[in-house]
């Protein structure tokens, strides 16, 4: 079936449910992040998580699998019946219509939020592992080695502590408007991020073992820490 066909399903499913992803997550044991994938269409889902889906909501996989659109197949997966269903009130929303509304908006902004962390974490990705592979150049690989002189080392470890400090401001009030602080996602970002300041400790580390090594008096190693933020001599 077409990822589309499956996210309907699921939306109909949580909304008949009135629950959010952070509750399918518990009722199901499956990520809110996939959840949310798959109920905007963004992604398939393996055969194992449609079993737990499935478990979790009541239903079987084949019916998440039917290719039927019909109302009362979407009552049936909904854990509803046709003969059961309430006439509608003239004037009236129809319940399930409202809750299924009200769950794609919330939906919209989950996802929304959740983009933003994973564009976080796409770049934060990118970032670290740039510089932890420069951190891994020996002497012998010349190019772009900001370790081949002490001037060199110095502006680098001056742009990693700048880019790390405006890291981990921009995270943090990038994480203030995200109300679930446990969520996986948010974990790998703040992993991330101590991966980013450990580059910066090992980075003014080593800078201060080549000031030894070039025999500078204390005076002169004191006045080139002070142009790296954060470094003490």
Not at 161 to 177: F, G, K, N, P, Y
Not at 182 to 196: K, M, Q, T, Y
Request: charged share 30%.
């Amino acid at each position: 079936m077409t990822h589309e066909a499956l996210a309907r399903k699921l939306r109909i499913l949580s909304a008949a449910r009135g629950i959010t992803l952070a509750e399918a997550e518990e009722l199901t044991g499956v990520t809110r992040e996939t959840l949310g994938a798959l109920e905007h269409g963004q992604r398939g889902a393996y055969t194992s998580t449609l079993e737990k889906i499935a478990r979790g909501y009541g239903v079987t996989v084949s019916a998440l699998l039917s290719e039927v659109e019909e109302p009362e197949a979407e009552l049936a997966l909904a854990g509803s019946s046709p003969k059961a269903k309430a006439p509608r009130e003239a004037g009236r929303v129809d319940a399930p219509l409202e809750a299924e509304r009200r769950a794609q908006e919330d939906l919209q902004r989950e996802l929304g939020r959740l983009e933003g962390l994973w564009g976080w974490k796409r770049y934060l990705t990118r970032r670290v592992e740039w510089c932890e592979k420069v951190l891994e150049k020996s002497q012998e690989d010349s190019f772009n080695n900001p370790f081949l002189s002490l001037d060199t080392a110095i502006q680098w470890a001056i742009y990693v502590a700048i880019e790390c400090t405006q890291l981990r401001d921009a995270l943090r009030t990038e994480l203030r408007s995200y109300a679930d602080a446990d969520s996986e996602i948010v974990g790998e970002l703040h992993a991330l991020l101590d991966r980013f300041v450990a580059v910066d400790d090992t980075t003014n580390m080593r800078v201060k073992v080549m000031m030894d090594e070039a025999g500078l008096t204390d005076e002169d190693k004191e006045q080139r820490l002070r142009l790296i933020p954060g470094s003490a001599a």
